[in-house]
């Protein structure tokens, strides 16, 4: 069974740019969530969707959006990257909202 | 956003010795409570989970104890061994789940 797939593993960002990425969840759920890490915060909620609704939101500039497809498959979005985005981006996908995640690798974003 | 505060850091261990993580919660809607562990690299794996209905659940060497009335849990790591070092969150979740900010584990051959 495959896991959560995370693309790319890796960006650099000018800062001022905009950023997209891509988010598969394992087969059969519905829900996924995305988190933001850094070392000085630990890990930050974004937002979840479950059937392509946005359930649940955190509290992050309305620079970060993101969309969940018919597929269940989701992208997060930032624009106008600034220096303090770079962080490790995950993502966890799960059959029920709030329960249950299993995270992908993430996404490691450096904003310079 | 912070409603789960984990305690501590870091926290070095004899190999075979007791590891103990102490996590409070504020939001008393949580219902569901997992411990995630994570490895350099990696994205944070499921280790084990509680519902607020027990006080007590085990599974291998990793133990979760749960106090509701102090909205206090904890993992206890049975005989830690070098394997064990990563970084472990607590979390409490109600419609969505919200981590602790980590301790860092680190087991001494």
């Known amino acids: 069974k495959a896991g959560v797939t995370q693309t790319p593993r890796y960006l650099i960002k000018t800062r001022g740019q905009q950023v997209t990425l891509s988010c598969s969840p394992i087969?059969?759920?519905?829900?996924v969530s995305w988190y933001q890490q850094t070392p000085g915060q630990g890990l930050q909620f974004l937002f979840e969707y479950f059937s392509e609704t946005q359930r649940n939101k955190g509290n992050f500039p309305g620079r970060f959006s993101g969309r969940q497809f018919s597929n269940s498959r989701s992208e997060m979005n930032v624009s106008t990257l600034e220096l303090g985005d770079s962080a490790l981006y995950l993502c966890?996908?799960?059959?029920?909202?709030?329960?249950?995640?299993?995270f992908g690798s993430g996404t490691r974003l450096t904003v310079v | 956003q912070q409603q789960v505060k984990q305690s501590p850091q870091s926290l070095i261990v004899q190999k075979g010795g007791i590891s103990i993580i102490n996590c409070a919660y504020e939001?008393?809607?949580?219902?569901?409570f997992p411990w995630y562990q994570q490895f350099p690299g990696k994205g944070p794996a499921l280790l084990i989970a509680?519902?607020?209905?027990?006080s007590e659940k085990k599974e291998g060497r990793f133990t979760i104890s749960f106090n509701k009335s102090a909205k206090q849990f904890s993992l206890h790591i049975m005989d830690s061994q070098p394997g064990d070092s990563a970084t472990y969150f607590c979390a409490g979740g109600d419609d969505k789940i919200i981590f602790g900010k980590g301790t860092r584990l680190h087991i001494l051959p």
């Open positions: 966890a996908s799960s059959m029920k909202v709030g329960y249950g995640y299993t």
């Open positions: 509680i519902r607020p209905d027990v």
């Open positions: 087969s059969g759920h519905r829900s």
């Open positions: 939001n008393t809607a949580f219902d569901y």
